[in-house]
Structure formats: C-alpha cells, structure tokens
C-alpha cells in the first residue's frame, strides 16, 4: 500500500512533523522491492533537498533496487557513491551487491568484493557466506564451495540451518552422495531439529545418483522421525521409482498418498503419467490422465510432448 504510506508523508507535513531519514529510508525501501527504483530515486533527491543526509540504509535500499532489476552497473555506482559521501557500507550492503553479482552468474565480479571485504572493515556474516555457496554450487563449484565453507568455520562464523541445507542440496544435486550424507548424519548427530526439507534432498540426491533402495528406506524413516512426507516427498520417489523401472511400485506409493493426508497435485499426476510412458504403460497413462483432467489439473508441456512423441510414432506404424 505504498500509495497510502505516501499520503501519510504528505499528511504529516501538513501537520508540521517533517520526515527524517528514517520514513524516508522505508519509503525507499518499499518503492524498491516493489520495482519503482527511479520512483525510489526521487525520494532520495527530495530528502536531500530538505537538508537531509541519506544513511546506510537508504543507499543500501537503493542498491538493492538496483540489483533486483539485475542492474548492476547502477548498483555497483550507488555503492561507489556511498564510499565518496563518506557513508561507509555495512555488511548488508556487501551482502546484498555479492547477492546481485550471484544472481547474475558474475561469481568473479562477487567474489572480488567479498575480497575487498577483509580489506575495508566489515566483517562477513553467515548471510554472505551462504550466498557465495549457493551460487558456487549452482555453478558446479563444488570444491570451491566447500573450501568457502572450511573458511567459514575457520573464521569463527557459525553455520545454520540455511547452510546445512545449501551444502546439503549442493552436494546432492552435484552427485557428491557420500559426503551428503555424512553431513545429514552430522546435522541429526548435532542436534539440529530436521524437517522435511533436508529429507527430501536427501531423498532426491539419492535418488539421481541411482540408489533407490537407500531413498526408500529414508523414505520409511520418516515415521521414526514423527514427520509425515509431503507432496515434494512423493513426486521425488514416484519419479525415481520410475527412473528405475518401478512404475508398479510408483503407482501403489501414488496411491497411497492420501493416507498421509496428502493428495497429489498436478505435478504428482504428471511425474506418475511419464512414468507410466516411459515405462510403456499407455494405457494406464491416458487412463490417469483422464482421472487428472476430471480433477481439474491439466497436462504440462513435458507429458504432452511425450503423447504426442507416442501419436506420431504410432501413427508413422501405421503407415509403414
């Protein structure tokens, strides 16, 4: 309701009570995230106008405007600027252009400021360092990753949840199974409280590197553990009972879904009617696509291609 936090400015200094820099920093603040970064600009030159100097806030505001539009150039300037109006930057403003730089694919260009860190004050959180990882390991850095990681540790930071789970799905993701799950062993051995975002990465990973059996038995774990898998738990084992070859036991699990109190949705619908076609199953595919079309849910563009892969190829038999 920004429109409305404006009129409340205007308001107030009908009634004699000027903004300070605080009320200006949020508006900014708000006008960023909701895209309206010049809109976002003219508030701070207004501010200045009135003899009002904008802090750390402001600019940090700014900058993140900038970099939620992947404009970094822009960004990188307003940082620059900050340095010559002798408002020095946190390590929120740090945090939040090696954010943007990730985002954009530019580790270089992150890491080089996350160097200049060391050299200029302010010291990295644990934000910081989970934001250089998760990029590193979407980029395939994975040694690089956790080599920052033993940095971390190194440094004093201490790692959370956000972490675990970075490096856990990182790992996972890139293949690096075992070293998963000796971190899983050593977030339950350390007394993290799990839910069932860790399991179901875990579940995953295990389920990508091809050991079914060990997913499905982390998979009846769950119950040990007092949690209940959810809709991502079985599009992750339905999917990889198929992979494998399983799509009987896939559409048993499937089926079982609603004693979890868990109906599928569209995605389980579309993962279990793949299954079925690259398992050759097509009859009972179109028939749980007829049974998903009555519920309300529609085909994506991955398991109409394979129907259509199925018509034309059916239909070039014919011909031959």
């Known amino acids: 309701m920004i429109s409305k936090a404006v009129e409340t400015v205007d308001m107030m200094r009908k009634q004699g009570i000027e903004p300070n820099v605080v009320t200006y920093s949020t508006l900014v603040d708000a006008h960023c995230k909701e895209g309206m970064v010049s809109e976002a600009e003219d508030i701070i030159d207004a501010l200045i106008k009135r003899g009002i100097e904008p802090d750390v806030v402001t600019y940090s505001a700014l900058v993140n405007g900038h970099c939620l539009q992947n404009k970094m150039d822009k960004a990188r300037r307003v940082f620059n600027l900050m340095i010559e109006k002798g408002c020095a930057p946190d390590i929120v403003t740090y945090s939040t252009m090696i954010n943007g730089y990730c985002k954009g694919k530019r580790l270089d260009k992150a890491m080089e400021l996350f160097h200049e860190i060391s050299r200029k004050g302010p010291i990295p959180d644990t934000d910081t360092y989970n934001i250089l990882m998760q990029s590193m390991f979407q980029l395939g850095k994975v040694s690089t990753a956790c080599e920052l ?150 085909a994506d563009i991955f398991t109409a291609t394979l129907f259509m892969d199925l018509i034309i190829y059916s239909n070039k038999s014919i011909l031959l």
């Not at 940095?151 to 790692?159: E, F, I, P, R, Y």
């Not at 977030?187 to 295990?206: A, F, K, Q, S, T």
């Open 149 to 298: 990681f033993r940095k971390m540790l190194a440094s004093g930071q201490v790692t959370d949840i956000v972490t675990c789970l970075i490096l856990l799905n990182g790992l996972g993701k890139t293949g690096h199974i075992e070293e998963a799950l000796k971190l899983f062993q050593a977030m339950r051995n350390g007394g993290l409280e799990l839910d069932i975002v860790p399991y179901n990465i875990l579940i995953d990973g295990l389920c990508k590197a091809g050991h079914i059996e060990f997913a499905k038995e982390l998979f009846h774990q769950l119950s040990d553990n007092s949690l209940k898998p959810n809709v991502v738990t079985y599009r992750i084992m339905i999917n990889g009972l198929c992979k494998e070859g399983l799509a009987d036991e896939a559409y048993r699990l499937f089926g079982s879904m609603g004693d979890n109190n868990c109906l599928p949705n569209s995605c389980c619908y579309n993962v279990m009617i793949r299954g079925f076609l690259r398992n050759s199953y097509t009859s009972k595919a179109t028939q749980l696509l007829t049974e998903m079309v009555g519920k309300g849910f529609s």
